[in-house]
């Protein structure tokens, strides 16, 4: 496989980074993953804009441009010959020769820019799709800033980790009774004509599928209700789901052992997957 890695392209085992860079000792990265499918990108521009903010909010320099980010992008999935899978980027506050809490200077300490591709045939046909998947809640204890993607990604692997104990397949997290969004999604309950979700804030990821999936179900008549639900609510949903940018719209047909409905996939989630990749396909670039 071929991979990026400050403005080269190598295979992937001559690419090298410090062991100063900042994401390596402190979590001080921010990252992105976008889909490929037919060869093309999925939702390119959410992403680009997703981490600007990101970086942003971390002051961190973005070292390329919008077109820059798109070349490379196109160039890995051609190189590396990807019809369905993803393509993961990180940019971290660079490696700047030795451990300091303080950050050091981007006019000294570029940041170290990263790009690889994963590919997975089958992505969108996913049987798990077909079949939906079930969830624990855990506690929410991650850090008060869900809204930046950072590299600081320990408890969202623990949850995984304690779902596979449990014989499920994820994890949700819950504060103060309510749950937030998932290990690596977000999370939806659906009652009646109604798609609820946790509203925007610094609690959670803003997902860029969300954003696209609230958008198309606006359009097919659906009522979007932007407010947090518990364990208890999710149980008694007619239907449940997940979204993200690797799973797209993902049913979720048990919470906590209890089945929702028939313990199959829903009506909704079925619909709003299929409308969601009909219409990313066609806007993908
Ligand atoms: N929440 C969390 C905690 C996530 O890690 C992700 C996936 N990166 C999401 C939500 C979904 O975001 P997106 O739709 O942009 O992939």
Avoid at 47 to 70: F, G, I
Avoid at 135 to 141: E, H
Avoid at 174 to 188: K, R
Avoid at 242 to 257: C, E, H, I, K, L
Wanted: charged fraction near 25%; glycine fraction near 8%.
């Amino acid at each position: 496989r071929t991979v990026y890695l400050n403005g080269e392209f190598l295979p992937e085992d001559e690419a090298k980074v410090s062991i100063f860079d900042r994401a390596f000792l402190m979590a001080d990265g921010v990252y992105e993953v976008t889909s490929v499918l037919g060869g093309k990108l999925i939702d390119f521009d959410g992403h680009v804009t997703r981490l600007q903010r990101s970086l942003d909010e971390l002051e961190m320099v973005n070292p390329l441009s919008r077109d820059e980010w798109l070349a490379i992008h196109r160039k890995l999935v051609e190189i590396n010959g990807i019809d369905e899978g993803m393509i993961y980027l990180q940019v971290s506050r660079g490696a700047p020769g030795d451990r300091d809490f303080v950050w050091p200077d981007p006019a000294t300490c570029p940041p170290t820019v990263v790009l690889f591709t994963q590919n997975k045939p089958g992505l969108a046909d996913s049987p798990a799709a077909k079949k939906g998947i079930s969830v624990i809640s855990i506690p929410d204890i991650r850090w008060g800033r869900r809204d930046i993607k950072t590299t600081q990604l320990l408890y969202p692997s623990m949850g995984k980790m304690l779902a596979k104990k449990a014989g499920a397949d994820d994890a949700w997290l819950v504060e103060d009774g309510l749950v937030t969004e998932g290990t690596s999604n977000n999370a939806y309950i659906v009652k009646g004509n109604q798609i609820i979700t946790r509203q925007l804030s610094n609690d959670i990821l803003h997902g860029i599928t969300r954003a696209a999936v609230l958008k198309f179900a606006r359009e097919a008549q659906m009522e979007v209700v932007e407010r947090p639900f518990t364990i208890e609510e999710a149980q008694q949903a007619d239907e449940a789901f997940v979204t993200s940018a690797s799973t797209f719209v993902m049913p979720v047909v048990s919470v906590d052992g209890a089945a929702l409905g028939d313990g199959t996939p829903g009506r909704v989630a079925a619909r709003m997957r299929e409308i969601y990749l009909d219409e990313m396909r066609k806007a993908a670039i």
